[in-house]
Structure formats: structure tokens, C-alpha cells
């Protein structure tokens, strides 16, 4: 049996970390998750994945030849191959290539989430066609990776495409950014739930998340209460989606994109949030940018979407040294 | 005597239209301009151009060889060659690359007027040795280009680099585009003078800004009268200044660029503009951007900037040409 040729993709995420082999036409073959455990040492951590990855590839020996890393982790830095002080891992700034290549012996490459999810949508998802797009994803926060003229805008440090935190309330919403009225404080599954008890306290209606308290509401709460014709829950996707399509309207000035690519947690309510942000963003877009820009669902599979967007990431890495052979 | 190698460059207002010869260095030859016109048909202006040009290359006719012509406009779209439709020019949608190269014989290029500054800054300016900028143009509106990894950005459909119309101030002032709250309502000639007549009513102090009336009023005014300190100029300066800093920091978040070049009238004002400016673009930026991003004067000389850049534009088609010698 010939061996397949495959990259390792790793999202590594502030709770838990995820891995799997992914070939060069996006055929993810599975995906394993251990918790990242932050507070001891990063090197432990690629330990405990190199060990698994080793029982892996020792079971199915001659079915993959690993072609390299690709790493997709918060606030991770392209240039450096660092991770450099993200809010939820205690490491501080962590020379995560450095410690991957050591271990693994394989080339690596890395850069923060939302970036390997936007390279991730070129190579096999819902941009494989674009040339110019924007990939949001609507987490527990607001990522994003901007892809301009087919290549992922990085800015002169590696940290480019922050859309998250471009402030859309002066004034508003205290953010864990230290500022305030950023973009993600509205737009993201903590945004709409902090949204949910603003409109407790403002509206009268009455509504069965008034039972639920703050620390036990997550997302797929609102949504369900939402399709249940519950007035907050639907008053808190309206308002969710009126501020994104403002913020959204702000980086289509910027960038002019054929597309927005909405992917993660929140995205799955999609009656919810692709029809209504659409219609917000073109109620705030200048008259020249109007009726051009699409709302599009990811097209990854949830699940693996994060480990193939790492993998992709060293995939065009790969392919960049083949048109390249000169340089290493 | 050898004959010079240059670009036409055309700078196309609302009110006059300059252009003038440019060599590959970015030494400029003298610039020309007339009144724009746009009552009367596009070929009317094209061809009155065209006039002084054949005039001015008759008396030159060993010295000069005119290699292209590069074209500043607003809403100039360079995929397309065309003029589309914007408020200061009452052509509707003008195919103006079309024009100019059947009147002139030569090849034609054309953007619009910020995204030609970008370029001019490029080639010739403060752009020179940078790959990730941005350039703000602070004239009666704010214009803007960027570059992203040594590119410009034009966006899917050329019209990328919007930075006056995100919104600064949701329900703020009314914008000339019909929405509210734009940064070029408040960062911009006509915006510091929106503010001065804000400041008067909001405060109580005297100021001899009292005295004139708001179609007196010029940018110059305002200045002069800071220079002298007097506290609502010095305010509205601050208040300007403050805006500015707010909505570049969003920039930065979508960019990180390693510097934003201000340019135009209201950027003379030197003392009152780029240091307070940085001081609150650095207020509102993320932690990870913060210390990194210069705000610097453009290194183009303020009369010939825009010819410069129009020109810089044509020269920057050429050398695409002689680098992909395949391509028309």
C-alpha cells in the first residue's frame, strides 16, 4: 500500500488542544483533543501530543508520511513562530515552533486561529474560488483572517486581521481587551449573552431566560429559545446581528471583500445570523460597496474545521517552497 | 540631447484638474492645471488637456518621451478604467482610460486620487522603504490607500481604502454619503470646521472663531488661530485629533501596518496634527499593537503630490509589464 502524504494540523485552544493528519485535497483522517493544561509548561504539552501523534503513527505505519506542522493557536505569530501572551494560556510568549520542530523533527508553521481558519476556507472550503474574503468566526469571542488578492493579509508584526476588537460603541461594553465597545463584546457568543440580560434589564416582556442565570446560559440556549418564537431570544439575535453588520460594514471600507465567510458556535444559528446580518450590513455599506458583498456559511466540517485549517496552513507553506525550491 | 523618459500624471478634482510630467525617480517636471468643468462633457476636459499637452511637448520636442499616463480621480476604478459616479463630478459613469488613450495615442492607467497618493508614497515618498502602510489623505474629505505586503489594495472590485466612511460615532454627524457618524465628518477640512461650530455651542469661552461666519471659515483659519492659542481652535484640533486616533486604531486592528502617512491640507498644521494624533491612536490600540505603528508626514512636496502619485501609478504599470513581459 502506497503511504499517503499528510500534514499534522494542531488547534491549540486555551482548554483543550486538537490534532489530526490531513492530506494536500483536505481528507481529514480524524481528529484527537487532550487538554491543554496551560498551567504546566508548554513543552509539556507537545510532549503529551508528540506521544499520542507517536502511538498514532506507529498503528498505521506505512499509511501516512507526515509532511509537517501546522499549527493554529491564539494569538500566534506567523513570522516568529511565537505564541505571545494570549489572555487564556499562562505561558507568555512561548517559541512554539521552536519546541514543535524539536520534538516532532518535521517542519512547522504557525499562526493564530482565525488566520489557519481563513487559510483553511481558501484551500478547501467556501473560498477556494475567492480571491478576496474576510473569514469571521463567532466564538467565545470574534476571530478573523483577511485574505486580499489570494493571500492572508498578515501586516508588517504577524498580527493583522484583530476585527474583534475594532470598537463599534464608544463608550460601550467593557472588554477583556481592557478597552471598551470592541466589536466581540456584542458579536459572539459571550456578546449575545451579554446582550440577553441587557435586554432583561431594559424590556418588560417576559421570557423564559429570565430563569436562567448568567454563568449557566450558553448559546445553544438563546438559539433554541429563539426558534420557540422566545421575543428576547429573538430580540438578541436582532441586536447581535445589527452590530455586527455595522462593525462589518466598517472592514468592507477597508477591504472591499467579494465575501464574509461567518464560521463557528454562533454561525450554526444560521436563520438567525446570515439572512439578518446581510440585511444590517447593506443598511450600512456606502453606496458603492452596496448589493457586492456575499454572507456565506464556512464550508469545513465543524468538528475538524480548526485541525484543517492548521493543516492547510503547511500545505501552502509547502507549496510556496516548491514555487520557491531556492529558498529553504 | 537625450530625450527624458517620463509618465504623464493627471490629477482630476472636483474643481480643477493638474497634470504634469514625471520621470521614473519621482522628479517632476513642472505641473499644469485647468478647470475641471465636469457641466460639460468628460472629452471636453479630455480634450482641453490634451491642448496644453501638445503645446507644452511641441516647445520640449527633443526632451521629453511619454511612456504611459497615470490617472488620480475620485471614485476611479482601476480594474475598470472608469470614473463612477462620484458627488463632485457630474458625469455619472465616465470610461475615462478610454478617453484618454484614444486622444493621446498612449496607454492609460488610472485609480482613485488616495490610492495614487499610496503609490506616489511608494515610488517617490514617505512609502519608500515600507511594505504594510497606509495613507490618509485629510483634504475637504478623508481619502485613504493601502498597502499590504508592498501591494495596494484595490479590493474585488477596485474600490478598496474607504477609511473616511467607517463609522466613528454611531448617529453622528450626517455624512455627504448619507449615513452618520463617518470619520471624514470629523477628520477632515470640513470636519474641524463642523467641530469649531459643535465647540461653539458647547462651550463658553470666547474665541475669535466667533467672528467669522461658517462659509469663511478655511482649515488655514483654524490653524493660524491655534498657533496663537486660542482655546476653541486648540480644542477642536484635540477633538479632531481624538476621532482620528479612534478610527485609525480600528485600521491598525484590520491592518498592522508599520505606518500611517497623513497627507493634505489639514496634515500641514503639523504641531496640532501628528503628535496628538499618536497619542490617541496608541490610547485606543490594542496591547499588541501598541509602540509599533509611526504616524509620518508624506515625503511627496505638497503641490506636486498627487501628479506625483498619478504619475507613480503609470510607472508602477510599466515596470509590472517589463516584469511579465507575456502580458499586454
Given at each position: 500500500m502506497e503511504s499517503t502524504k499528510v500534514a499534522l494540523g494542531i488547534d491549540l485552544g486555551g482548554t483543550k488542544t486538537a490534532f489530526g493528519f490531513v492530506n494536500?485535497?483536505?481528507?481529514?483522517y480524524g481528529v484527537k483533543s487532550i487538554p491543554t493544561n496551560s498551567h504546566q509548561p508548554a513543552k509539556n504539552l507537545v510532549k503529551r501530543i508528540f506521544d499520542v501523534y507517536s502511538d498514532w503513527i506507529a498503528k498505521d505505519k506505512e499509511k501516512y508520511q507526515v509532511m509537517g506542522i501546522g499549527i493554529g493557536a491564539p494569538n500566534g505569530n506567523y513570522f516568529k513562530g511565537t505564541i505571545e501572551n494570549p489572555p487564556n494560556l499562562r505561558w507568555g510568549t512561548t517559541k512554539m515552533v521552536e519546541l514543535i520542530e524539536k520534538d516532532f523533527d518535521l517542519p512547522a508553521v504557525l499562526t493564530n486561529d482565525a488566520n489557519a481558519a481563513a487559510i483553511g476556507e481558501q484551500k478547501f472550503g467556501a473560498g477556494k474560488n475567492l480571491k478576496n474574503f474576510i473569514v469571521i468566526t463567532l466564538g467565545t469571542g470574534l476571530g478573523s483572517g483577511i485574505v486580499v488578492d489570494g493571500r492572508l493579509v498578515y501586516g508588517h508584526d504577524g498580527f493583522?486581521?484583530?476585527?474583534?476588537?475594532?470598537?463599534?460603541?464608544?463608550?460601550?461594553r467593557l472588554c477583556g481587551c481592557g478597552?471598551?465597545?470592541?466589536?466581540e463584546t456584542y458579536a459572539s457568543v459571550s456578546g449575545i449573552i451579554r446582550t440577553v440580560f441587557e435586554l432583561q434589564a431594559n424590556l418588560p416582556q417576559d421570557s423564559k431566560l429570565r430563569k436562567i442565570a448568567y454563568h449557566d446560559l450558553d448559546g445553544e440556549q438563546i438559539y433554541k429559545l429563539a426558534k420557540e418564537g422566545d421575543p428576547l431570544a429573538l430580540k438578541a439575535f436582532d441586536e447581535t446581528t445589527r452590530i455586527l453588520g455595522e462593525g462589518l460594514a466598517t472592514s468592507v471600507a477597508h477591504l472591499s471583500p467579494e465575501a464574509i465567510i461567518l464560521f463557528g458556535g454562533l454561525s450554526l444559528a444560521e436563520e438567525f445570523i446570515f439572512k439578518p446580518t446581510k440585511q444590517y450590513l447593506e443598511k450600512n455599506l456606502l453606496t458603492i460597496f452596496k448589493n457586492k458583498v456575499r454572507i456565506i456559511p464556512s464550508a469545513l466540517p465543524p468538528g475538524d474545521a480548526a485541525v484543517m485549517g492548521a493543516a492547510a496552513l503547511m500545505w501552502h507553506e509547502l507549496s510556496l517552497k516548491k514555487d520557491n525550491p531556492k529558498e529553504k
Amino acid at each position: 500500500m502506497e503511504s499517503t502524504k499528510v500534514a499534522l494540523g494542531i488547534d491549540l485552544g486555551g482548554t483543550k488542544t486538537a490534532f489530526g493528519f490531513v492530506n494536500k485535497k483536505g481528507k481529514c483522517y480524524g481528529v484527537k483533543s487532550i487538554p491543554t493544561n496551560s498551567h504546566q509548561p508548554a513543552k509539556n504539552l507537545v510532549k503529551r501530543i508528540f506521544d499520542v501523534y507517536s502511538d498514532w503513527i506507529a498503528k498505521d505505519k506505512e499509511k501516512y508520511q507526515v509532511m509537517g506542522i501546522g499549527i493554529g493557536a491564539p494569538n500566534g505569530n506567523y513570522f516568529k513562530g511565537t505564541i505571545e501572551n494570549p489572555p487564556n494560556l499562562r505561558w507568555g510568549t512561548t517559541k512554539m515552533v521552536e519546541l514543535i520542530e524539536k520534538d516532532f523533527d518535521l517542519p512547522a508553521v504557525l499562526t493564530n486561529d482565525a488566520n489557519a481558519a481563513a487559510i483553511g476556507e481558501q484551500k478547501f472550503g467556501a473560498g477556494k474560488n475567492l480571491k478576496n474574503f474576510i473569514v469571521i468566526t463567532l466564538g467565545t469571542g470574534l476571530g478573523s483572517g483577511i485574505v486580499v488578492d489570494g493571500r492572508l493579509v498578515y501586516g508588517h508584526d504577524g498580527f493583522a486581521g484583530e476585527l474583534g476588537h475594532m470598537v463599534v460603541r464608544p463608550n460601550g461594553r467593557l472588554c477583556g481587551c481592557g478597552r471598551r465597545g470592541c466589536l466581540e463584546t456584542y458579536a459572539s457568543v459571550s456578546g449575545i449573552i451579554r446582550t440577553v440580560f441587557e435586554l432583561q434589564a431594559n424590556l418588560p416582556q417576559d421570557s423564559k431566560l429570565r430563569k436562567i442565570a448568567y454563568h449557566d446560559l450558553d448559546g445553544e440556549q438563546i438559539y433554541k429559545l429563539a426558534k420557540e418564537g422566545d421575543p428576547l431570544a429573538l430580540k438578541a439575535f436582532d441586536e447581535t446581528t445589527r452590530i455586527l453588520g455595522e462593525g462589518l460594514a466598517t472592514s468592507v471600507a477597508h477591504l472591499s471583500p467579494e465575501a464574509i465567510i461567518l464560521f463557528g458556535g454562533l454561525s450554526l444559528a444560521e436563520e438567525f445570523i446570515f439572512k439578518p446580518t446581510k440585511q444590517y450590513l447593506e443598511k450600512n455599506l456606502l453606496t458603492i460597496f452596496k448589493n457586492k458583498v456575499r454572507i456565506i456559511p464556512s464550508a469545513l466540517p465543524p468538528g475538524d474545521a480548526a485541525v484543517m485549517g492548521a493543516a492547510a496552513l503547511m500545505w501552502h507553506e509547502l507549496s510556496l517552497k516548491k514555487d520557491n525550491p531556492k529558498e529553504k
